[in-house]
């Protein structure tokens, strides 16, 4: 159970990794923007559904061996499942609204995409971590 864990955490943070450090990156450096946009939003809903199985998977697998890292990877899957039902919706209407002109609608979309970011980079740095402590 704890080497299929360790498959299960590794795939999820090589996925994290490629996909915001190259994957999202090229596209948006290779593909006219609003091309750009619309692959990527249509990505974003399946990475989120992917690494959220990947995340729950690894939980499930550590539940009785590791209750801690399994309630860690739970967290991870949880920080997934917001983003891809709560926070992504809102984030792409209001990018969709933000060229109206109200600096508020742009306010609100920066905050909430600076949030969705922090919740990746802390499931980047809690799945690196329970990945470590496994291996150890």
Known sequence: MITAAIIACAI?????????AFFTPLAFARLPKEVADSFVRGIFAIY???MAILAAL????????????????????????????LLMPIVNRLYD????G???????????HRLSVLI?????????????S???
């Open 12 to 20: 999820l943070l090589g996925g994290m990794l490629t996909f915001s």
């Open 120 to 132: 990746a980079l802390a499931q980047l740095f809690a799945s690196l971590g329970v990945l470590i």
């Open 48 to 50: 989120y559904l992917v």
């Open 102 to 112: 109200s600096s508020k609608t742009r306010e609100w979309f920066e905050k909430l």
């Open 58 to 85: 690894g939980a499930a697998l550590l539940a009785t061996k590791r209750p801690q890292e399994a309630a860690i990877m739970a967290l991870v899957a949880g920080g997934f499942v917001l983003n891809r039902q």
């Open 134 to 136: 496994l291996v150890q």
């Open 97 to 100: 609204r933000r060229e109206d």
